[in-house]
Every structure is written in structure tokens, then in C-alpha cells.
């Protein structure tokens, strides 16, 4: 039996996270940087995602690259995974991670009565088509070198949950009033639908799949919304970015290797209620 420290190594391995240049998908990239792990920093900006593996090799110095890829395009999807595997060489791990607000917070936060449905498209595109592009196209290369993998991805606890609106009266997030839009709940739903569906399709090939998620993270909200939303959860508060990365370093690692179709919820203690 391997001791557990060496249950944790990454070292040798090779992991993709999409929405690598967010809040909390440098955070991700670090953790994984930090025991190991070859880091492939995919995000929409090239230049933004090259910066961050930049960042990563100098604080870790292991080889790192920074993709540009658009997720709700298949060919853009394609091309990027033959990239990472042209660089890299392989493909271990991949935290499935990216989503979108898009770029119109007012039509993002409308009310559900006036909600557009090109912007319920759009926010699908990348939150629910995207996810499953990106997944489709990195498990292929997994079964390819079969020799398994594991496959990480982001839902939310508003993926379980309905949202508690009233602790959005008087609530703002960078000077925005704010709410969880139903197509940011939808499409968190369908992530862990999808995560569970791949867990049982790839077992043959020791591909797991698992799914986290986040609950609220302190990253601009207004003092109302802090304590509202600290007020409904056990613990007390809102999380900070770093505590979210421990259970993804889990479920990369040898040390979950018989989890798999399974949700961590990183909530607090929210759900437990």
C-alpha cells in the first residue's frame, strides 16, 4: 500500500482546468501545481491563460502551457486538446471547471418573468454544452491511453438546492443588485446529471468522475449579502477561495481512487439542514 503522502503526489501527471484564469480556477491551478501536476491553463483569453502557466512554472517549475479555447465550440474544443497533448504529452486529470455570468450582468440578473432566451442560450452554451464538449473530448484522449483518469467537475450547491431569494434584499456584488438566475441553477443541475452518466459509462476504462460544489465565496459582495448568506450556513460564513481546492486535490489524486459519481458539496454545511 502506497503511504498517503505519496497517494497525493501528482507528480508526472498532467491536468487540464478549464476557466483557469477565474477566481477560482487559478486557485485549482495552483493546488494542483503545488503537488505535482503539469498544469494545462485553458480559458477563453490566450494571452490571460499563457500569464498564468507562466505564473505556475515560476512559482512550482514544472511545465505548464496556457490554452485558448473557446468550450462551446467542438472545433475550438478539438484543437485545444490536441494542443495540450502535442505539449504535454498526455492527459490525467481534468477539472472541468469554466462557466459563464456573461458579459451583460443586467440581462444575467433580469427577473425570471423577463428573462431573454437568447441569453438562457447563451449561459448554456458554455455552462451545460461546454461542459460536456470539453468532457467528451478529454475522456476520448483518457480511453485512448488506457490507462484511466479522473475527471473533475464544478456544479454548484444551487445545483442541489434552490436559491433562498431572501437573502438577496439589499444585497450587491460589485455595486449590482443580484440574484441565482434559474438558467445558473439549470445548468449546475446538469452538470452532476452528466458527471454521474460519465462515472457508469467510463468505469470500464478507470475513468472517475466526480463533481464539486462550491458554496458561496467571499469575492466582492456587499456587507447585507455576507451576513444574510453567513446567517443561513452552520458554519457561520461565507467560504474563501482556497478552501475550495483540498477536495479537488482529493479527487484528483490516488487518494479517492475507488470515488467515483459522486458530489462533494463545499457549502458550509448548507446542505445538511
Known sequence: MSSL?????????????????????????????????SVAVVDLDEKIAADVAAELTDYHGAPMVGIGCD????DSVSGSVDRIVAELGRIDILLNNAAW???????????LEFYSFEQWRDIS???????????QA??????????GGSIIQTSSIYGILGPD????????????EINTPAVYSTTKAAVLGLTRHLATYWAKDNIRVNAISPGGVESGQNDVFQKRYGDRI?????ANAD??????????????????GQNIAIDGGLSAW
Open 243 to 260: 478552501e475550495m481546492v483540498g477536495p479537488v486535490l482529493y479527487l484528483a489524486s490516488a487518494a479517492s481512487s475507488y470515488v467515483t
Open 125 to 135: 452554451a458554455v455552462n451545460m454544452d461546454g461542459m460536456f464538449l470539453i468532457a
Open 71 to 74: 468550450i462551446s465550440d467542438p
Open 234 to 238: 452552520p458554519l457561520g460564513r461565507m
Open 165 to 176: 431569494n431572501r437573502i438577496y434584499e439589499g444585497s450587491e456584488y460589485h455595486g449590482m
Open 101 to 111: 455570468k456573461s458579459d451583460d450582468l443586467e440581462a444575467f440578473y433580469a427577473p
Open 5 to 37: 503522502k505519496e497517494m497525493f503526489d501528482l507528480t508526472g501527471r498532467v491536468a487540464v482546468v478549464t476557466g483557469g484564469t477565474g477566481m477560482l480556477g487559478r486557485k485549482f491551478c495552483h493546488g494542483l501545481a503545488q503537488i505535482g501536476a
Open 138 to 147: 478529454v475522456g476520448r484522449q483518457m480511453v485512448e491511453q488506457e490507462d
